[in-house]
T-cell receptor
Framework: GESVGLHLPTLSVQEGDNSIINCAYS??????FIWYKQESGKGPQFIID?????DKRQGQRVTVLLNKTVKHLSLQIAATQPGDSAVYFC???????????FGAGTRLFVKA | NAGVTQTPKFQVLKTGQSMTLQCAQD?????MSWYRQDPGMGLRLIHY???????DQGEVPNGYNVSRSTTEDFPLRLLSAAPSQTSVYFC??????????FGEGSRLTVL
């Protein structure tokens, strides 16, 4: 079946540096992409989303980039803080569909 | 608003026992879903519902049943628990378009 995957399972960055988390998706019918953050022992929380008619969207300290040509999604976190340490998941949803399928996740470690 | 509420938070079962994980949301969301998350893994979709009376299978539906009699509630039933069902279960809801809102999870151990 279609799947969403990630290039790197873990990422370690220095506090204050920028972080980039990557995601590859394979379902060309997907038109809505979301990044979630999951802290230990908690449910995933929404960070930022992007629809397929856009290639970039910015939030507070976060930016999502979408490259539909190569089916690639990335999450950029500016000035990474210790509180950003968590597992980050990308997820996708098909046009007109309701199922949200998740990738495997990337664990982000922020070194003080 | 409480958001998405899951009960119980922890449960231990013996192989072959049955149980129901409860999920309720107070946001009037049409869409509800159940995921399982195994250690160090991503979330896999078990079942989902697009409205009261409508349910459908996700990626890993075997061994689980769901029903959606009201907009608010979406219980997940394990008919005959197996050790392979040891996992953390998350319920989520959303509007027809938009992001998922998750509960805090239900941690199930099957001995």
């Amino acid at each position: 079946g279609e799947s969403v995957g990630l290039h790197l399972p873990t990422l370690s960055v220095q506090e204050g540096d920028n972080s980039i988390i990557n995601c590859a998706y394979s379902n060309s019918a997907s038109d809505y992409f979301i990044w979630y953050k999951q802290e230990s022992g908690k449910g995933p929380q929404f960070i930022i989303d992007i629809r397929s008619n856009m290639d970039k969207r910015q939030g507070q300290r976060v930016t999502v980039l979408l490259n539909k040509t190569v089916k690639h999604l990335s999450l950029q976190i500016a000035a990474t803080q210790p509180g950003d340490s968590a597992v980050y998941f990308c997820a996708e949803r098909e046009t007109g569909g309701f199922k949200t399928i998740f990738g495997a996740g990337t664990r982000l470690f922020v070194k003080a | 608003n409480a958001g998405v509420t899951q009960t119980p938070k922890f449960q231990v079962l013996k192989t072959g026992q049955s149980m129901t994980l409860q999920c309720a949301q107070d946001m009037n969301h049409e869409y509800m879903s159940w995921y399982r998350q195994d250690p160090g893994m991503g979330l896999r979709l078990i079942h989902y519902s697009v409205g009261a009376g409508i349910t459908d299978q996700g990626e890993v539906p075997n061994g689980y049943n769901v029903s959606r009699s009201t907009t608010e509630d979406f219980p997940l039933r394990l008919l005959s628990a197996a050790p392979s069902q040891t996992s953390v279960y998350f319920c989520a809801s959303s509007r027809e378009t938009g992001e998922l809102f998750f509960g805090e999870g239900s941690r199930l151990t099957v001995l």
